[in-house]
C-alpha cells in the first residue's frame, strides 16, 4: 500500500510537471490566438461592461435559449466565454499549487485502479493500459469539444496532447510503483 500512495504521489508529481511543461512555459502559446493590444483592450472593457455585473461564469455568446438566440447563433459570431471578474496573476501559484494536488489526488485514484486490474500485469502491459485509457478518455472529453460545441480545433488538440502526454507520465510511475506481480516456475 506504500507504494501505491508513494506512486499516487510521484505520478501526480510527473502528471503537473508534464502539464506545467505544456501550460506554465511559452509553449503553450502554441495553443493560443493572438489578438492586437487595442483588439484586446477593447474585448476587455466590453466584456467588464456588459458581464461583470452578472458574475464569474460561462457565458454562450449569443445565449441560445431563446427563439432570437436561436437565430443569431445559426448566423454567427459565436463564442463561449469563460468569465473570471477578478484578475490573476499569471501564471498563478494558488492555481499551482490546487493544480499539483489535484493531478496527486487523480493520480493516486488512477493508481488505486491499477492495482485492482492489473496487479498481476508486467511495467510494460500496465503502461499500455494506462495509454490506452488516456488516450480515449481525453479524446472524449477533449477533442469532442471541436466536435460537440464547434470550439477551436488547434487549441483542443493541444489540450489533448497535453493530457495524453500527463497521463501516460503518470501511468509510468504508477506502473513502477506497484509491486511487481510474482513468477512461478514449473
Given amino acids: 500500500m506504500a507504494r501505491l500512495f508513494l506512486g499516487g504521489a510521484l505520478g501526480g508529481l510527473a502528471m503537473w510537471l508534464v502539464g506545467f511543461i505544456f501550460w506554465g512555459t511559452p509553449l503553450s502559446l502554441l495553443a493560443l490566438s493572438k489578438t492586437d493590444a487595442a483588439t484586446t483592450a477593447a474585448v476587455q472593457a466590453a466584456l467588464a461592461q456588459h458581464l461583470g455585473p452578472l458574475g464569474t461564469g460561462a457565458y454562450p ?5 431563446t427563439p432570437q438566440g436561436t437565430q443569431l447563433y445559426g448566423q454567427g459570431p459565436t463564442a463561449m466565454v469563460l468569465f473570471n471578474t477578478g484578475g490573476f496573476a499569471n501564471p498563478d501559484s ?4 490546487g493544480g499539483l494536488v489535484l493531478a496527486i489526488l487523480c493520480a493516486l485514484l488512477a493508481g488505486f485502479a491499477l492495482r485492482m486490474v492489473a496487479a498481476t500485469l508486467s511495467f510494460a502491459d500496465r503502461l499500455k493500459l494506462v495509454a490506452i485509457t488516456a ?5 472524449y472529453s477533449d477533442l469532442g469539444q471541436p466536435i460537440f460545441n464547434h470550439a477551436p480545433l488547434g487549441y483542443f488538440f493541444y489540450l489533448w496532447v497535453s493530457d495524453v502526454a500527463s497521463w501516460i507520465a503518470a501511468g509510468a510511475v504508477l506502473a513502477w510503483a506497484l ?7 514449473i
Fill in 61 to 65: 455568446i449569443p445565449w441560445p435559449g
Fill in 94 to 97: 494558488a492555481a499551482l499549487i
Fill in 179 to 185: 509491486p511487481r506481480p510474482i513468477v512461478t516456475r
Fill in 135 to 139: 488516450v480515449a478518455v481525453t479524446a
